[in-house]
């Protein structure tokens, strides 16, 4: 085994020390050493993004860097999202708009729809399909995902009823849908 | 009456899952997050070889490696791995090869395990690995099924065929219609055609992992599982070990789709790893491992025949199949395309039909369950046989299907594969999805496009399909020679507080069970959503329960919640009648209070709770608890419907297809939560369309999986779907008291003959009948070319 190496990197706001592998990858340290299960692994390739979390404010997968090349940055993952117990957009609307299922690819969609709006903060449909590429999902065929990251670039507010009140949920919607 | 409004009903509202709250904060329970004290890793060694006998293995320089704990081969274990179930012998003579989960002597697919590594680290296992010395002998491998048919070469040295079974229905036989010989030679048209299902793998997100201890009474393990109680009972019938010994845990499961309906070589190894060592141990596979060796599904082909009258009346349907089994027979693989068999007449009035399938073993992974295992694939069959027919008899499609389909003052009706389908209204469902498709329009835009001889042709796709769901019926199992009932079980509990726990058998793994369950008893028991809580997928705490597959789960599990709230309330009437001096006949129950008819005087739920929980003024002989338990066990299956409609666009110079517009209306009968419906026929639709457009596992000559990784097996991302356009109508099932037909796999199996219909009748006028599935850009182009040049033929 090769020696290890120190690094720090702060993740969701607490900075970590830590001697690793060189060969650790960054979401092997942050499942494994860190404890930040939140943050899955759901393929070897680089395709899924079910890893994904940002690196300074941008979005990365972290199955495809290593622990080392996170040394002194700052990492947030899905446990970082919420701010004092209070859910972040796109978590609110994920929820709102039956964006998940199982919810294992969830984490990495809504890092990455965080990052697509930071870069995009008005996308159109066509744009946040594009921009959600890297990220699979198996469950929701992707329209309620689509629907939950256009409804935080729209502003829209949910309120507290607990029943859904997203425009794709309505029965008969239907006759005033698009087409892709 | 009571002047009091009436709660809104939770049944039928858009209610915001329970389940969502830990998910989307990354506070998740997935295996692989499992941590415990001493607890090892595995990784598993893998043939490369789709087909040779291991002649040694040489384990001393990985046992060396740091890090490891032990490395056991088959040899190791042979005396207590016992031989993976098979729980669906289709006929009494069905052959199958014995399967160890560790092979010794002999492997039959590239990827099956040689060999497991213990290390104190997945790293330090995985390294090991490398230095695990196998030699083998190669053996021929037979990889194409129809050449695996001939017997030319044997997937295994230890079986005489790669016959595994033929089973058979037929119309005459079973007194349910007329002989098919006769009825297709008098038919005056018939049509020939060979249809191919290509290999599938389900690909859930979530990768296969499990974690057992061994410490303690029980040997516990966690397991990314759809089945926690089939699970517990097949390890204990494949070990020896006692059932009662054995707690199974399905925590938070990322997706299964079928891929997790199956008793894995991984969880044995990994229970029989971490009795050897006496420490927790636990294994997670990797996505390419996943890809080559979790069950695939489909793979069969198709040989058909169907004759109608010249005006377009069916005369009958003969179904010849070859159904891969691959390697092995997984836990009801061999029974997949058995339960197709009483699809292929779908919603159609067929006077003979015959079916019979050859299950046939092959030197690939095994398939077994995929979302609607063998109904997709009759489905897929008739709708693509039903627009050959019409495109032969020039005849519209849809006027077709109508001319055959069963009329809605039909019902009940018996169809010429036995099954009585109880409800359903094909017309209804049909004119709403033409309403909300356009579809003259978009006929007079095709024929536009014809004329005009556009470069981007258009072509509409449609699917009338149905589904036997709610599975299922013990007795009808029983019949099918399917080891196990079809029956579910629950519990319901109510805590002194007068919150109430809800115990179910079911197992979710992402379709909301926690949320509809909790709509069915706040409705039932008059008490507030929030204050039920659902407890599934572990064996201590739900101990009967048969799982979650088949769109089982509401028309089935979700009837035994129901059936044991009314016990609850059976037991709080007699409660409420001794607090209140009331006679029982005098209640009534509404809202969650017991009242005494014509008077004011009433109790509540909670307060009859209490009374139980406290026991000091019960009547005589009743026990101190409210609690109840049902098991309910269908009479007959579920039978929704839908029309789905596809407008396609195909660019003939490229070959590139892409979904113009899609429509579905689903009658899935009585709805408890619109939302979660909606989301199911979403990703229901996203995996049919991939199968139609997309995905394809493939496999080299050798035996090797070429599609094994996510680089190269087409999972679709949000790009490639298109925006789905749904509605529903709904006609009641009787088959239960809600009158609900379940959902879980409509989509799928609608969306795909939808898709590949639509794509060829935008380009069947240029001489293309058929395009094997996937229908990629590359095969649509070829079959351009091929029509140009033949001029038609294929």
């Not at chain 1, 999902?137 to 689509?146: F, K």
């Not at chain 2, 990768?207 to 759809?226: C, F």
């Not at chain 2, 789709?257 to 190894?269: A, H, M, S, W, Y």
């Amino acid at each position: 085994m090769a020696s290890s190496i120190s690094i720090t990197v702060e993740v969701d706001g607490v900075s970590y020390t830590d001697d690793v592998e060189p060969r650790l990858l960054l979401v092997q340290h942050l499942r494994e050493r860190l404890g930040k299960t939140g943050t899955l692994i759901g393929c070897d390739t680089t395709n899924c993004g079910a890893c994904t979390v940002h690196l300074d404010g941008v979005s990365v997968k972290s199955c495809t860097m290593f622990a080392v090349q996170a040394d002194g940055h700052q990492v947030i993952t899905i446990e970082g999202m919420a701010q004092n117990g209070k859910l972040a957009p796109l978590q609110e609307a994920f929820h709102q708009c039956h964006a998940l299922q199982c919810g294992f690819c969830t984490p990495g969609m809504i890092m990455q729809s965080a990052s697509l709006l930071k870069e995009n903060p008005h996308p159109t449909e066509s744009e946040i399909r594009e921009g959600l590429e890297g990220n699979l999902c198996r469950c929701t065929g992707y329209q309620n995902i689509v629907a939950a990251v256009k409804s935080v670039a729209d502003g829209v507010q949910y309120d507290d009823s607990g029943v859904s009140v997203s425009p794709s949920m309505l029965e008969d919607n239907s006759e005033t849908a698009g087409v892709s | 009456m009571t002047a009091t409004a009436t709660p809104r009903p939770e049944v039928g509202t858009a209610r915001l899952r329970k389940e969502d709250a830990h998910l989307i904060t990354g506070r998740s329970r997935f295996t692989d997050n499992m941590v415990l004290p001493g607890m090892l890793h595995l990784a598993m060694v893998r043939s490369p070889f789709a087909h040779a006998k291991i002649t040694a293995i040489d384990v001393s320089a990985a046992q060396a490696s740091p890090g490891v704990m032990a490395v056991l081969t088959g040899a190791d274990v042979a005396a207590e791995q016992g031989s993976l179930p098979n729980a669906w012998p289709v006929t009494p003579d069905q052959k199958a090869p014995s399967h160890p989960s560790i092979a010794v002597e002999e492997v039959a697919f590239a990827g099956e395990i040689v060999a497991v590594v213990i290390a104190r680290s997945v790293a330090a296992a995985r390294d090991a690995v490398e230095l695990v010395d196998v030699d083998y002998d190669e053996l021929p491998v037979v990889m194409d099924l129809e050449e695996a048919a001939t017997d030319k070469v044997l997937a295994h040295t230890s079986l005489e065929s790669n016959k595994s079974a033929t089973w058979v229905f037929d119309s005459a036989e079973a007194g349910t219609g007329t002989a098919i010989a006769e009825a297709l030679a008098n038919s005056d048209v018939v049509v020939e055609r060979t249809l191919y299902q290509q290999r599938l793998i389900p690909a859930f997100m979530e990768p296969r992992s499990t974690v057992v201890d061994p410490t303690g009474e029980q040997i516990t393990m966690w397991s990314a599982t759809q089945i926690p109680h089939i699970l517990r009972l097949m390890l204990a019938l494949t070990l020896g070990i006692p059932e009662s010994k054995v707690r199974v845990i399905a925590p938070d499961v990322g997706g299964g789709f079928g891929g997790k309906l199956q008793v894995t070589p991984e969880e044995v190894i990994t229970l029989l790893a971490a009795r050897r060592m006496g420490k927790p141990c636990k294994f997670t596979e990797t996505r390419s491992e996943s890809l080559q060796v979790a069950h695939h599904g489909r793979a069969q082909v198709q040989r058909l025949k169907i004759g109608a009258t010249k005006d377009g009346i069916v005369t009958g349907l003969h179904v010849d199949l070859l159904a891969d089994m691959g390697a092995y027979l997984g836990l009801i693989t061999s029974g997949i395309p058995v339960l197709g068999a009483f699809m292929y007449n779908s919603i159609y009035k067929f006077p003979a039909y015959h079916f019979e399938c050859h299950n046939i073993f092959t030197n690939k992974a095994w398939t077994d369950a995929y979302r609607g295992a063998g109904r997709p694939e009759a489905t897929f069959a008739i709708e693509r046989m039903m627009d050959e027919l019409a495109g032969e008899l020039g005849m519209d499609p849809l006027e077709l299907r109508e001319k055959n389909w069963i009329k809605h003052t039909e019902f009940p009706f018996t169809t010429v594969a036995g099954l009585e389908y109880d409800t359903g209204n094909y017309e209804a469902a049909t004119e709403k999805a033409l309403g909300l498709f356009g579809y003259d329009e978009l006929r007079a835009e095709q024929q536009r496009r014809r004329e005009s001889g556009a470069t981007v042709q258009l072509g509409i796709g449609i699917s009338t399909f149905t589904e036997m769901c709610g599975l299922a019926p013990s007795r009808v199992l029983g019949a099918l020679n399917y080891a196990a009932g079809g029956w579910e079980h629950a519990q319901v509990r109510v805590l002194p507080t007068g919150n109430v726990e809800v115990v179910t058998g079911s197992s979710a793994h992402g379709q909301g069970h926690e949320t509809a369950w909790s709509q069915l008893v706040a409705d039932r028991l008059g008490v507030p959503f929030e204050n039920v809580e659902v407890l599934h997928g572990d064996t201590q705490v739900s101990q009967r329960g048969l799982d979650t597959y088949g769109s089982r789960s509401l028309t089935v599990g979700g009837m035994a919640v129901l059936a044991a709230a009314d016990k609850v309330i059976e037991k709080a009437k007699t409660i409420a009648a001794h607090m209140m001096e009331a006679s029982e006949q005098d209640l009534e129950f509404a809202n969650g209070s017991f009242t005494v008819r014509g008077t004011e005087t009433s109790t509540s739920f909670g307060e009859i709770a209490f009374a139980a929980f406290s026991a000091h003024n019960l009547p005589d002989g009743m026990e101190p608890n409210l609690d109840s338990e049902a098991t309910f066990d269908p009479a007959n299956f579920s039978y929704p419907h839908g029309t789905h409609l596809a407008a396609m666009e195909v660019d003939t110079e490229t070959g590139q297809v892409t979904v113009l517009k899609y429509v579905c209306v689903d009658d899935i009968g009585v709805v408890v939560n619109p939302m979660i419906v909606e989301g199911q026929v979403h990703g229901g639709l996203a995996q049919g369309i991939a199968q139609a457009l997309y995905e394809e596992a493939v496999y080299d000559d050798a035996g090797t999986l070429v599609s094994g990784s996510f680089v190269d097996y087409l999972v679709p991302g949000a790009p490639d779907l298109p925006h789905y356009i749904t509605a529903r109508t709904e006609t009641p099932a009787t088959s239960n008291q809600l009158g609900a037909k379940g959902v879980g796999e409509a989509g799928t199996i609608a969306s795909t003959p939808a898709i590949v219909n639509g794509v060829l009748d935008a380009i069947r006028h240029l001489g293309v009948k058929d395009i094997k599935m996937p229908c990629t850009p590359s095969r649509v182009w070829h079959a351009l070319q091929e029509a140009k040049t033949t001029g038609g033929v294929q």
